[in-house]
């Protein structure tokens, strides 16, 4: 065989394969965030009409299970956010009110991994979190994975990352300071949520409540988590499964990342860090999120 055909073989070959080859970026998203649900984790305070509509359009059947556990009156609560959901056209809504010896129950199991729409309401996170045994998390893990729409407010939103904030501090100030006053090794307890988010940390009520401080001291302090979200109130981040994610509502949303030339040191107890991005993104605002990273940052306005 003469050296110009087994060249020309070459290249016919590697042609084939290169045109068979996956786009690189496609191949990412698709192996870090591998979902057919969606997300809407709302901020807390009002619920928009465009948030709420969104919610209800995502789930296939417009069935969802709605669980009001954080809240210390679950049965207000859940009659009257079940009345919100049907107002904007969700066809049924069943409340769950769960008990110590719903856990691990097999007919629970079963109709949470087979939920189409998933809404948590706010509350307590831990409450909500209590009510939920390591096979619970799973069936609605599975849930996600399989095609649902999970939406939830406030502690429903902070329950959507793996890190969840517990709204708790390990070494306060002095009375006369607000809450998280301080940037201080180890100072937001933190504790596990779902897990849908595995490398982004969420916070709500966020420019309201003036929540930077606890979010990057969560972010620096974190070894697993490469980007956090602070979520206002009356605003969301809907994750839909090809990574895309947008800001809807009526403010905004504060999005921080690591670089690659991420740098954390510490100076006793004080945080030291570099080379961290922040994105102030308004409704309508885009990026994509692949599971581990953020790209594609587009900001919304004029």
Same mark, same amino acid.
């Given at each position: 065989? !003469?050296?110009?055909?087994?060249? /020309?073989?070459?290249?016919?070959?590697?042609?084939?394969?290169?045109?068979? /080859?996956?786009?690189?970026?496609?191949?990412? +998203?698709?192996?870090?965030?591998?979902? #057919?649900?969606? &997300?809407?984790?709302?901020?807390?305070?009002?619920?928009?009409?465009?948030?709420?509509?969104?919610?209800? +359009?995502?789930?296939?059947?417009?069935? *969802?299970?709605?669980? %009001?556990?954080?809240?210390?009156? %679950?049965? !207000?609560?859940?009659?009257?956010?079940?009345?919100?959901?049907?107002? *904007?056209?969700?066809?049924?809504? +069943?409340? @769950?009110?769960? !008990?110590?010896?719903?856990?691990?129950?097999?007919?629970?199991?079963?109709? &949470?991994?087979?939920?189409?729409?998933?809404?948590?309401?706010?509350?307590?996170?831990?409450?909500?979190?209590?009510? =939920?045994?390591?096979?619970?998390?799973?069936?609605?893990?599975?849930?996600?994975?399989?095609?649902?729409?999970?939406?939830?407010?406030?502690?429903?939103?902070?329950?959507?990352?793996?890190?969840?904030?517990?709204?708790?501090?390990?070494?306060? @100030?002095?009375?006369? *300071?607000?809450?998280?006053?301080?940037?201080?090794?180890?100072?937001?307890?933190?504790?596990?949520?779902?897990?849908?988010?595995?490398?982004?940390?969420?916070?709500?009520? =966020?420019?309201?409540?003036?929540?930077?401080?606890?979010?990057?001291?969560?972010?620096?302090?974190?070894?697993?988590?490469?980007?956090?979200?602070?979520?206002?109130?009356?605003?969301?981040?809907? =994750? /839909?499964?090809?990574?895309?994610?947008?800001?809807?509502?009526?403010?905004?949303?504060? @999005?921080?990342?690591?670089?690659?030339?991420?740098?954390? #040191?510490?100076?006793?107890? @004080? %945080?030291?860090?570099?080379?961290?991005?922040?994105?102030? &993104?308004?409704?309508?605002?885009?990026? *994509?999120?692949?599971?581990?990273?953020?790209?594609?940052?587009?900001?919304?306005?004029?």
């Amino acid at each position: 065989m !003469t050296n110009k055909l087994i060249l /020309a073989i070459f290249v016919l070959f590697a042609i084939v394969i290169w045109g068979c /080859a996956p786009d690189v970026e496609d191949q990412s +998203e698709q192996s870090l965030w591998d979902t #057919k649900g969606h &997300l809407i984790i709302l901020g807390g305070g009002p619920r928009p009409d465009i948030i709420m509509q969104k919610v209800v +359009e995502l789930s296939s059947d417009g069935t *969802f299970l709605l669980i %009001p556990m954080a809240s210390s009156i %679950p049965d !207000t609560i859940g009659w009257e956010q079940r009345d919100q959901l049907l107002g *904007f056209g969700a066809n049924e809504v +069943e409340i @769950l009110m769960l !008990t110590e010896d719903d856990k691990d129950n097999p007919a629970l199991l079963e109709q &949470l991994r087979n939920a189409n729409g998933i809404w948590f309401s706010g509350g307590d996170q831990n409450r909500l979190m209590d009510y =939920f045994s390591d096979s619970m998390r799973d069936a609605v893990r599975e849930a996600f994975k399989n095609g649902a729409v999970v939406a939830g407010t406030s502690a429903g939103a902070a329950v959507q990352s793996r890190t969840m904030i517990t709204g708790d501090e390990s070494q306060p @100030l002095s009375d006369r *300071f607000s809450p998280f006053s301080q940037i201080t090794k180890d100072n937001v307890i933190t504790s596990e949520g779902f897990g849908f988010l595995n490398s982004m940390v969420i916070d709500q009520h =966020f420019i309201r409540r003036n929540r930077l401080n606890r979010l990057i001291n969560v972010l620096i302090d974190s070894s697993d988590d490469v980007a956090a979200a602070g979520i206002d109130e009356a605003t969301a981040l809907w =994750f /839909a499964p090809n990574g895309r994610v947008e800001v809807i509502g009526e403010s905004q949303v504060i @999005l921080i990342q690591k670089t690659n030339e991420f740098t954390r #040191k510490y100076s006793g107890s @004080l %945080p030291a860090a570099s080379n961290l991005k922040m994105h102030i &993104l308004p409704p309508g605002s885009e990026f *994509f999120w692949d599971g581990r990273s953020i790209s594609r940052v587009q900001l919304a306005g004029d």
